[in-house]
Structure formats: structure tokens, C-alpha cells
């Protein structure tokens, strides 16, 4: 899965885009959860999106913290930052 344009995420595999999916505003950068889905931050919403990689589809959202830029699992958590500040923030998924 590759960010494609602000708000587009498309799947590639061997050359080809097998898959796209439009949502959000302004995506970020993104990683994957626990559970197997993936989580993208839009920091122009201040959302995480969960996106289940295997079917396409994005399964909801919640609130990040102002600006949620960049997602990250560590320590069998997901951390989310933020664009302009100094937040970071803790989710046990």
C-alpha cells in the first residue's frame, strides 16, 4: 500500500495497482496494527483511519490529537504524533 495523493491509498503488486481506496483529506504516514489492519493519520481531520488491507476497506475512525501525522507500533502499542506540536499519543489497540 503506497499514498498515491493527499487523500488516496493505492495497492501494488508486481507493477500493477490491484486495489484504491479514496477517504480522508490529508493522509499521513501510516503503519500496521496488531491486528493486522492498518492505521493512517489525516492531519488535516486530526483522525486515525483503520484500513483492513485485505478486503480494501476502511473500517472507521477516531480521534488522533491535533494534527495526527505519523502512526507507530512499539511496546504492543500504536503511537500517533503530531504535525506542528509535540503531542504523542498512546493507543492499546
Do not use: C
Request: aromatic share 12%; glycine share 8%.
Amino acid at each position: 500500500w503506497i499514498q498515491a495523493e493527499d487523500n488516496a491509498l493505492v495497492h501494488v503488486q508486481r507493477g500493477q495497482v490491484t486495489a484504491r481506496l479514496t477517504f480522508g483529506r490529508t493522509l499521513a504516514q501510516g503503519a500496521l496494527a496488531p491486528d493486522g489492519t492498518m492505521w493512517i493519520p489525516d492531519k488535516e481531520q486530526s483522525v486515525v483511519y483503520r484500513v483492513d488491507p485485505a478486503t480494501a476497506r476502511v473500517l472507521g475512525s477516531f480521534p488522533a490529537g491535533p494534527g495526527a501525522f505519523l502512526a507507530l507500533r512499539a511496546y504492543r502499542s500504536m503511537w500517533v504524533t503530531s504535525y506542528a506540536g509535540a503531542d504523542v499519543w498512546r493507543f492499546r489497540p
